[in-house]
């Protein structure tokens, strides 16, 4: 990816890929698919989630899951506001065009751990666009779909109680083919 530049992905992208993570279970893999592509993803922390109205209702599994991993949550507010009327506790944060503190100052700072924004469209760019590139330029992970948001979720509480080292692909082929796992 390059500094500065917006990394959502198009369909064909999507469909791509960039790495492979394996394991004995389906979070696991993802957990570890995002450390290879250098999206680290956080044990504990705060949340940001930002999604378009579209998407507000799967948020709602998004937000509760990562709440039941003890992350406390941040949102945007139509997110927030959402999130209130169903039960959801979080804090509300201001857009860059809203004021100040705002997600960018926090995403500076080191108060954000996570970013799940998925895209509004051509009208809120702008404001999808320096999220993420500050996510970028600030090493944050980030996530554009709520479907990925909870195989994050899912892949980080496996990685919480599950050590399973990084090896090759080849390594790994030959674990399997070894008497000693069979």
Partial sequence: MFP??????????????EVLGMADNFGLAFYK????????????????IT???????????VAGKFRELGFALVATEGTHAFLREHGIASQSI???HEGRPNIVDAIKNGNIHLI?????GKSGAHDDSYI???????????????A?????????????????????LQDY???IGSPDTL
């Fill in 116 to 120: 799940i924004n998925t895209p509004i």
């Fill in 132 to 146: 993420r590139r500050t996510a970028i330029k600030y090493r944050v992970p980030y996530i554009t779909t709520t």
């Fill in 33 to 48: 698919a995002q450390e290879a592509a250098n999206a680290h993803l956080p044990l504990e922390g705060r949340v940001l």
């Fill in 4 to 17: 500065e530049v917006d990394p959502l992905l198009g369909p064909e992208m999507r469909s791509t890929g």
């Fill in 51 to 61: 999604v378009a109205d579209k998407d507000k209702t799967a948020a709602l599994e």
């Fill in 173 to 175: 082929h030959a674990r």
């Fill in 148 to 168: 990925a948001a909870v195989a994050a979720a899912t892949g980080i509480a496996a990685a919480r109680h599950t050590a399973s080292p990084v090896c090759a």
């Fill in 94 to 96: 201001l857009k860059l």
